[in-house]
């Protein structure tokens, strides 16, 4: 079945690029309305943002997403991968800001909220969307996405970084909410202590701190309470992974091989899946095919994919 949330659930924390104060509330949400974002700050134009691949408009830092009057909310993979592995289907998420709290710089503190608050279970069946042919995106240096059929969600990630901090690491995780509070709810978001430095002096990062983030330099893991995982780096990016996916709009039921991907490189996928109509449907677990427009109730966002 369908879930979503006991009761509103209240985030305070700071934008890590913008470093801009911000309240974030998950609110409950009735069966078929998705995730949608809401910009409670915007009193001109549309507020309400989807949470879908096809309103992602920047990839560059962190995923954004945005409408068609501009208003935007970037840095929602973490919330996004938490309300996914948890298997909650339809909320609200209001924020006061153009960014999502960054908190810990991992899902645990959304993860944990979800618990304490619980979820309520909603009268109408869960939709998936079932791969049904292998879908690739490449990108730069070796850079690979791939959606393969699979009877389950499984997430199979390589990285490979020159700092011997990071260097190459690999892990495959089988989705599954306890299995996400155990081994990658807490795995943080990480970068280069030179990387983070050109970020600030181009007026983003602002947030940024060893509070939220793991970073490194030249071999050396630079936060005095060390790594929560000996590979967190790889573990953090299944968590991202997971959260673009969640995009699809449906747990996606397949296998994503990620190598060396990033933000874009997923939503790409996704949209390249999206685009071939033999490479997927939606699927419930009695009847095989729902029609496109079943998980797009809100309004007429876009059923068509480019
Ligand atoms: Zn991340």
Redesign the pocket.
Known sequence: MQHTVKDVITFDGVGVHSGRKARMRICPAPANYGVWFKRVDVTEGDSMIPARFDAVCDTRL?TVLGNADGATVS?V??VM?ALSACGVDNVLIEIDGPEVPIMD??AEHFVRGLAKTGLLSLDEERVMIRVLETVVVDGEGGARAELHPADEFEIDFEIDFQDPAIGRQHRVFKVSSDGFVDDIADC???GHLADVERLRAAGLGRGGSLDNAVVVDNGRVLNPGGLRHPDEFVR??I??AI?DLALAGSPVMGRYVGVKAG?GMTNRLLRALMARPNAWRFESAETPVVPLVARDRRREYTTQVA
Do not use: N, V
């Open positions: 962190c840095t993979e973490h991968s710089g991992s943080r978001t990480f953090h990016k968590l991202d959260g933000h």
